[in-house]
């Protein structure tokens, strides 16, 4: 006997390949095609719904929000039922007690809270016994951030690491993937990330090379030097031996809208070069991060409290407002890639809360203050930890960056409270990439669309087992009405249930249904290579 039987679905298998009619088993977490029996323990007629590989993050900040009920909230709701965290150079661990503040600072933009065992995660064997306690409705899959690495070990500075603070940091990775990391992520606009020469990156990227590690990367520069930034990326892959997904590829502001055809072609040659490279993308035309992202990084290096300060000092804030205005200012410059305090959109601000869900410049209007003022009263009163989103990419870009054969699909959601707003690209990617490409635009078919969220991430992300309706695969379902598939996150909105997810599996087991959470949590921490 089966533990359940799905009749009469809509089959999109994850490869590619047409869609088909017909009924599939699950048994001991297993899939099971063409079964010869009826008899199951749950049987549900699909009748009239689509059955797809339950859907991959590529690219998420979960591990921040590990087993919380925002977690599924924000995951399950849009069919994920795996994902890749510890992105961006921000992951929750390693971490040393002594560098503890500054790591959460920097990791407060993706949560509101931080667990008490979290001072004893000095190794990521020790952050595994407490992610293998917590109550997962979805999978997960783990790099390890270089900011954490760096503070780790020689704190917020700005300079080069040392050589033995470089082997420090490779003895710390290395102990990570011998436990199972998926590899190693960069957030090169970050500090202190950003402070890293590419020697540096490529050293530890050596490190993951003996496990089929993944290098994941938030670029250097994702505007006037995006196709020097690409160039870094994959020499890091050539140099070090390892496959390389590019982080979030995307083109910021007017005046580079149009370059992915030159950084796609980066990227194909790169592979036919033999160096496995890919990109995931969010299918949105505004970018997110925190708001202190728009100041140049090399003011930050004393922590976000020290920059807290100086931003209370009026020459010191003309100073800032003088390198932001300059375009030959030497940084990713989120300002002027926004076009300006009009194009900035607060999504999280706790200390003023009445800025939330206004762009700087209407909260200007509302209290009477000068744009650049209402910034840096922001960033004041809530100590540097904020967020932002910015009005910055191009349509017609983003329609040929997903076409491209290497591209998937990632969130990089940004998950701190379903109670704040942010970016609905947290809890609506996934539907939101189908009803936007295939639906609306019809620039993909629904299986083309399917494999990019399921079959080509897996082979891409080394991810066994999964991303397939295939026999003997994982059983990560997702059932739906594709007629009736909605993403209801908005940009004034972004917190909010998808419309049309009726089931979803994880590992065999219903943890979703008709808008209801089951209560179920088979979820796992999955080690790489294990």
Known sequence: MYDVLIKNGTVVDGTGKPSYKGDIAIKDGLLHLNPDSNEAKEVIDAEGLTVSPGFIDAHSHGDLILGSEDAALFKTTQGVTTEYVGQCGLSSAPVVEKNLKDVQNMLAMGTTFFPDDMKNWNTFARFLKYADQQKMAANAKMYIGHSTLRISVMGMENRPATVKELDTMKGILREAMESGAAGFSTGLIYTPSVYATEEEIIELAKVIEPFNGIYASHMRNESNKI????????????QAGVRVDISHHKMLGR????????????????????????HDQYPYTANMTTLNATMPPWHLSDGFSAMTEKLRDTEFRKQIKAEMEDPKTEYDNYYLNAGGWSGVYVYSSSKLPEAEGKFITEYAELVGKDPWDAFFDICVENNCETGGVYMSMSEEDVFEIIQDPYCIVGSDGLTRSWKEKGHPRASGTFPHAINYFVKEKKILTLEEMIRKMTGLSAEYLVLKNKGLIKEGYDADLVIFDYENLKDTATYSKSNSITEGINYVFVNGEKVYQDGEFTGKAPGKLIRHNK
Do not use: S
């Open 227 to 238: 196709v020097q930034a690409v160039e870094e990326t994959i020499n890091v892959g050539r």
């Open 255 to 278: 005046p580079n809208w149009g370059k992915q055809k030159e950084t796609l072609k980066l990227i194909h040659d790169a592979n036919n070069e033999g160096i496995r490279v890919f």
